[in-house]
Protein backbone atom coordinates (compact mmCIF):
# COMPACT_ATOMS: atom_id res chain seq x y z
CA UNK A 1 0.00 0.00 0.00
CA UNK A 2 1.25 3.29 -1.08
CA UNK A 3 1.53 6.40 1.30
CA UNK A 4 -1.33 8.25 0.60
CA UNK A 5 -2.12 12.63 1.37
CA UNK A 6 -6.07 12.35 1.81
CA UNK A 7 -8.54 15.34 2.40
CA UNK A 8 -11.76 14.39 4.10
CA UNK A 9 -14.59 17.27 4.62
CA UNK A 10 -17.24 16.95 7.54
CA UNK A 11 -14.69 14.79 9.42
CA UNK A 12 -15.78 15.63 13.32
CA UNK A 13 -18.28 12.81 13.70
CA UNK A 14 -19.87 9.96 11.74
CA UNK A 15 -19.03 8.74 8.71
CA UNK A 16 -15.75 11.80 8.62
CA UNK A 17 -14.22 11.07 11.29
CA UNK A 18 -14.12 7.40 10.74
CA UNK A 19 -12.42 8.06 7.61
CA UNK A 20 -9.89 10.15 9.37
CA UNK A 21 -9.56 7.35 12.31
CA UNK A 22 -9.05 4.34 9.21
CA UNK A 23 -6.89 6.39 6.46
CA UNK A 24 -4.25 7.60 9.45
CA UNK A 25 -4.12 3.89 11.04
CA UNK A 26 -3.09 2.74 8.13
CA UNK A 27 -0.03 5.36 7.87
CA UNK A 28 -1.39 7.79 5.74
CA UNK A 29 -1.27 11.81 6.05
CA UNK A 30 -5.21 13.19 6.52
CA UNK A 31 -5.79 16.73 6.53
CA UNK A 32 -9.23 16.80 8.57
CA UNK A 33 -11.78 19.61 8.10
CA UNK A 34 -14.65 20.53 9.74
CA UNK A 35 -16.82 23.75 10.48
CA UNK A 36 -16.27 24.39 13.90
CA UNK A 37 -12.37 22.48 15.28
CA UNK A 38 -12.96 24.40 18.86
CA UNK A 39 -15.88 21.74 19.53
CA UNK A 40 -14.65 18.43 17.65
CA UNK A 41 -13.01 16.92 20.62
CA UNK A 42 -12.88 13.62 19.06
CA UNK A 43 -10.95 15.06 16.18
CA UNK A 44 -8.64 16.67 17.90
CA UNK A 45 -8.13 13.90 20.28
CA UNK A 46 -7.24 11.69 17.31
CA UNK A 47 -4.98 14.71 15.91
CA UNK A 48 -3.09 14.87 18.79
CA UNK A 49 -2.24 10.81 18.98
CA UNK A 50 -1.49 10.53 15.14
CA UNK A 51 0.94 13.22 13.87
CA UNK A 52 -0.52 12.67 10.08
CA UNK A 53 -3.64 14.23 11.22
CA UNK A 54 -4.05 17.72 10.87
CA UNK A 55 -7.28 19.29 11.43
CA UNK A 56 -8.40 22.56 9.26
CA UNK A 57 -11.44 24.90 9.73
CA UNK A 58 -13.43 24.96 6.86
CA UNK A 59 -17.41 26.15 6.50
CA UNK A 60 -17.72 24.61 2.98
CA UNK A 61 -20.89 26.73 2.30
CA UNK A 62 -18.65 29.46 2.19
CA UNK A 63 -17.01 30.74 -0.68
CA UNK A 64 -14.37 32.54 1.57
CA UNK A 65 -13.58 29.58 4.16
CA UNK A 66 -12.95 27.05 0.80
CA UNK A 67 -10.80 29.54 -1.34
CA UNK A 68 -8.77 30.24 2.60
CA UNK A 69 -7.87 26.29 2.79
CA UNK A 70 -7.27 25.99 -1.16
CA UNK A 71 -4.20 29.16 -0.87
CA UNK A 72 -3.14 27.26 2.56
CA UNK A 73 -2.75 24.15 0.69
CA UNK A 74 -1.46 25.68 -2.72
CA UNK A 75 1.07 23.24 -4.25
CA UNK A 76 0.53 20.57 -1.82
CA UNK A 77 -0.93 17.00 -4.27
CA UNK A 78 -3.94 15.51 -2.64
CA UNK A 79 -4.15 12.11 -3.69
CA UNK A 80 -7.61 11.60 -2.38
CA UNK A 81 -10.42 14.12 -2.06
CA UNK A 82 -13.29 13.19 0.16
CA UNK A 83 -16.69 15.36 -0.14
CA UNK A 84 -18.22 13.71 3.33
CA UNK A 85 -19.80 16.87 4.43
CA UNK A 86 -23.70 16.89 4.48
CA UNK A 87 -26.82 17.35 6.04
CA UNK A 88 -30.33 15.53 6.13
CA UNK A 89 -32.49 18.59 6.70
CA UNK A 90 -35.23 19.51 9.47
CA UNK A 91 -37.61 16.18 8.72
CA UNK A 92 -40.40 18.18 9.56
CA UNK A 93 -40.01 20.62 6.78
CA UNK A 94 -39.78 18.28 4.13
CA UNK A 95 -42.90 17.13 3.80
CA UNK A 96 -45.37 17.78 1.68
CA UNK A 97 -47.50 21.04 2.59
CA UNK A 98 -44.57 22.20 4.56
CA UNK A 99 -42.06 22.77 2.17
CA UNK A 100 -40.15 25.91 2.26
CA UNK A 101 -37.76 27.70 -0.33
CA UNK A 102 -34.72 28.85 1.71
CA UNK A 103 -34.78 25.31 3.32
CA UNK A 104 -34.61 23.73 0.17
CA UNK A 105 -31.69 26.03 -0.62
CA UNK A 106 -29.76 25.40 2.78
CA UNK A 107 -29.92 21.41 2.32
CA UNK A 108 -28.72 21.82 -1.27
CA UNK A 109 -26.05 24.47 -0.84
CA UNK A 110 -24.28 21.70 1.53
CA UNK A 111 -25.00 18.63 0.00
CA UNK A 112 -24.75 19.68 -3.84
CA UNK A 113 -23.56 22.41 -4.22
CA UNK A 114 -20.33 22.56 -1.78
CA UNK A 115 -18.65 18.67 -2.82
CA UNK A 116 -18.54 21.04 -6.67
CA UNK A 117 -16.95 24.68 -4.42
CA UNK A 118 -14.39 22.38 -2.38
CA UNK A 119 -13.44 19.85 -5.79
CA UNK A 120 -13.05 23.22 -8.23
CA UNK A 121 -11.17 24.87 -5.73
CA UNK A 122 -8.62 21.86 -4.89
CA UNK A 123 -8.57 20.58 -8.55
CA UNK A 124 -4.90 21.32 -8.76
CA UNK A 125 -3.69 19.53 -5.84
CA UNK A 126 -5.33 16.61 -6.85
CA UNK A 127 -3.93 16.59 -10.54
CA UNK A 128 -0.63 16.99 -8.90
CA UNK A 129 -0.83 14.07 -6.66
CA UNK A 130 -0.21 10.15 -7.50
CA UNK A 131 -3.70 9.02 -6.46
CA UNK A 132 -6.12 11.22 -8.48
CA UNK A 133 -9.56 10.68 -6.69
CA UNK A 134 -12.35 12.97 -6.01
CA UNK A 135 -15.25 11.28 -4.14
CA UNK A 136 -18.16 12.63 -2.72
CA UNK A 137 -20.38 10.58 -0.05
CA UNK A 138 -23.62 10.00 -1.21
CA UNK A 139 -27.09 7.86 -0.75
CA UNK A 140 -29.07 5.20 -2.04
CA UNK A 141 -31.95 8.30 -1.90
CA UNK A 142 -30.66 10.20 -4.69
CA UNK A 143 -30.87 7.12 -6.96
CA UNK A 144 -34.15 8.25 -8.97
CA UNK A 145 -34.54 3.95 -9.49
CA UNK A 146 -34.44 3.14 -6.08
CA UNK A 147 -36.18 5.98 -4.12
CA UNK A 148 -37.89 7.70 -6.83
CA UNK A 149 -41.26 5.91 -5.34
CA UNK A 150 -40.43 6.25 -2.11
CA UNK A 151 -43.78 7.89 -0.36
CA UNK A 152 -43.27 10.53 2.45
CA UNK A 153 -39.56 10.68 2.49
CA UNK A 154 -37.05 13.89 2.73
CA UNK A 155 -37.99 15.86 -0.28
CA UNK A 156 -34.77 17.88 -0.33
CA UNK A 157 -32.18 15.14 0.99
CA UNK A 158 -33.66 13.02 -2.24
CA UNK A 159 -32.91 16.14 -4.69
CA UNK A 160 -29.65 16.92 -3.46
CA UNK A 161 -28.54 13.69 -3.19
CA UNK A 162 -29.50 13.30 -7.12
CA UNK A 163 -28.00 16.62 -8.12
CA UNK A 164 -24.91 15.58 -6.10
CA UNK A 165 -24.57 12.41 -8.17
CA UNK A 166 -25.22 14.43 -11.31
CA UNK A 167 -22.27 17.04 -10.21
CA UNK A 168 -19.91 14.51 -9.54
CA UNK A 169 -20.96 12.93 -13.06
CA UNK A 170 -20.24 16.40 -15.00
CA UNK A 171 -16.96 16.81 -12.75
CA UNK A 172 -15.74 13.33 -13.73
CA UNK A 173 -16.39 14.05 -17.53
CA UNK A 174 -14.17 17.27 -17.64
CA UNK A 175 -11.36 15.27 -15.38
CA UNK A 176 -11.14 11.85 -17.32
CA UNK A 177 -8.33 13.38 -19.85
CA UNK A 178 -6.65 14.06 -16.50
CA UNK A 179 -6.85 10.72 -15.34
CA UNK A 180 -9.15 12.12 -12.46
CA UNK A 181 -11.64 9.00 -11.13
CA UNK A 182 -14.82 11.35 -9.96
CA UNK A 183 -17.05 8.98 -7.87
CA UNK A 184 -20.43 9.11 -5.92
CA UNK A 185 -19.97 6.03 -2.73
CA UNK A 186 -22.78 5.10 -0.96
CA UNK A 187 -22.22 4.25 2.70
CA UNK A 188 -25.52 2.28 2.72
CA UNK A 189 -27.61 2.13 5.96
CA UNK A 190 -24.71 3.67 9.14
CA UNK A 191 -25.66 4.12 12.31
CA UNK A 192 -25.10 7.45 12.38
CA UNK A 193 -26.36 10.70 13.98
CA UNK A 194 -27.90 11.90 10.76
CA UNK A 195 -29.36 8.06 10.58
CA UNK A 196 -30.29 8.74 13.63
CA UNK A 197 -32.56 11.98 13.07
CA UNK A 198 -33.57 10.36 10.03
CA UNK A 199 -35.80 7.43 11.97
CA UNK A 200 -36.53 9.84 14.30
CA UNK A 201 -37.84 11.81 11.85
CA UNK A 202 -39.82 9.34 9.50
CA UNK A 203 -40.38 6.45 11.71
CA UNK A 204 -37.72 4.30 9.90
CA UNK A 205 -37.68 0.87 11.49
CA UNK A 206 -34.66 -0.61 9.92
CA UNK A 207 -31.19 -0.55 11.72
CA UNK A 208 -27.78 0.92 10.39
CA UNK A 209 -24.38 -0.84 10.39
CA UNK A 210 -21.51 0.33 12.55
CA UNK A 211 -19.82 3.07 10.99
CA UNK A 212 -16.44 1.72 10.69
CA UNK A 213 -17.65 -1.28 8.68
CA UNK A 214 -19.06 1.30 6.33
CA UNK A 215 -16.16 3.22 6.01
CA UNK A 216 -13.63 0.10 5.64
CA UNK A 217 -15.58 -0.73 2.66
CA UNK A 218 -16.01 2.52 1.26
CA UNK A 219 -11.97 2.80 1.26
CA UNK A 220 -11.26 -0.67 -0.51
CA UNK A 221 -13.84 0.89 -3.21
CA UNK A 222 -11.78 4.05 -3.32
CA UNK A 223 -8.37 1.71 -3.34
CA UNK A 224 -9.61 -0.22 -6.46
CA UNK A 225 -11.32 3.04 -7.99
CA UNK A 226 -10.35 4.24 -11.89
CA UNK A 227 -12.40 6.38 -14.20
CA UNK A 228 -14.19 3.93 -15.91
CA UNK A 229 -15.59 2.15 -13.07
CA UNK A 230 -16.59 6.07 -11.17
CA UNK A 231 -18.87 6.21 -14.16
CA UNK A 232 -21.04 3.42 -14.15
CA UNK A 233 -23.19 4.36 -10.92
CA UNK A 234 -23.55 4.57 -7.55
CA UNK A 235 -20.65 2.20 -5.89
CA UNK A 236 -22.20 0.96 -2.73
CA UNK A 237 -19.68 -0.14 0.10
CA UNK A 238 -19.63 -3.40 -0.56
CA UNK A 239 -18.71 -3.17 -4.34
CA UNK A 240 -22.38 -3.49 -5.79
CA UNK A 241 -23.53 -1.18 -8.37
CA UNK A 242 -26.55 1.38 -7.43
CA UNK A 243 -28.38 2.54 -10.51
CA UNK A 244 -28.45 6.24 -11.01
Known amino acids: MTHSTVLVT?????????????YAERGDDVIATCRSPDKAGELRALA????????????????????????????????ILINNAGVLGAPGEQSLGQLKRHHFHDVMDVNAFAALAVSQALRANVLAGAGKKIVAVTSGLGSITVAGGMAKGP???????AALNMGMQALGADLRADGVAVAVLSPGTADTAMFAAYREGYAASHSGQPPAVAVAGLIRVIDELDPAKAAQGILRYDGTLVPW
Do not use: I, N
Open 10 to 22: GSDRGLGLEFVRQ
Open 48 to 79: AARPGVSVEKLDVTSDDEVQALASKYFGRPLD
Open 155 to 161: YYYRMSK
